[in-house]
């Protein structure tokens, strides 16, 4: 069974910098992996898709890593804003046709 | 382009009480349709998810019941609510496994 692991939990760091979110899961054997961002009382928004041949991916300040043999993805937010507080989520999909297995999210405050 | 739409976007129910709540998709056939559930403190829970008119599959047995009438809609419904079915639920879709999930933006239930 698939679980997914987010580390850290919360995360507070003023304006400006670069951080890191990571996201572990056990089985590898994964056919994508996709990251979401929550606001508080809204839905889920797609960040970035990043499929099992796929080293990275980008998007504006974001770029999300893929170690499928360490069973790893991370996700990097350059000069982060306090626009960017919100909880952050991965979804690993683990074979063709199965569901996104979800992590708990970390919750991220970018203080001004 | 594709839209989700989902409602209603708060509702408070009586313990008992029937439950209906609907979600759509515009712009797509044949979607891939999901129901999720995030209870506070919790992570994302699947509950239903439907890949064409009338297939329903369910994760999680439970109070509560799946319906897709209609290729584009999916419809989450209870009998009888209880307290513990409060929680913020989510609909999604996907096009294929090859893509990832779109949000809807929620529906906050809370039952008293």
């Known amino acids: 069974k698939q679980e997914v692991t987010q580390i850290p939990a919360a995360l507070s760091v003023p304006e400006g910098e670069n951080l890191v979110l990571n996201c572990s899961f056990t089985?590898?054997?994964?056919?994508?992996l996709q990251w979401f961002r929550q606001d508080p009382g809204k839905g889920l928004t797609s960040l970035l898709l990043?499929?099992?041949?796929?080293r990275e991916q980008t998007s504006g300040r974001l770029n999300a890593s893929l170690d499928k043999s360490s069973g790893r993805s991370t996700l990097y937010i350059a000069a982060s804003q306090p626009g960017d507080s919100a909880t952050y989520l991965c979804a690993v999909r683990r074979d063709y046709g199965q569901n996104f297995v979800f992590g708990p999210g970390t919750r991220l405050s970018v203080l001004p | 382009s594709q839209t989700i739409h989902q409602w209603p976007a708060t509702l408070v129910q009586p313990v008992g009480s029937p439950l209906s709540l609907e979600c759509t998709v515009e712009g797509t056939s044949n979607p891939n349709l999901y129901w999720y559930r995030q209870a506070a403190g919790r992570g994302l829970q699947l509950l239903f998810y439907s890949v064409g008119i009338g297939q329903i599959s369910s994760e999680v047995p439970q109070n509560l019941s799946a319906s897709r009438p209609q290729d584009r809609q999916f419809i989450l419904s209870s009998k009888k609510l209880l307290l513990s079915d409060s929680g913020f639920y989510l609909c999604a879709w996907s096009v294929s496994v090859y893509y990832g999930y779109t949000f809807g933006s929620g529906t906050r239930l809370t039952v008293v």
């Open positions: 089985d590898s054997a994964i056919y994508n």
């Open positions: 990043i499929q099992s041949s796929q």
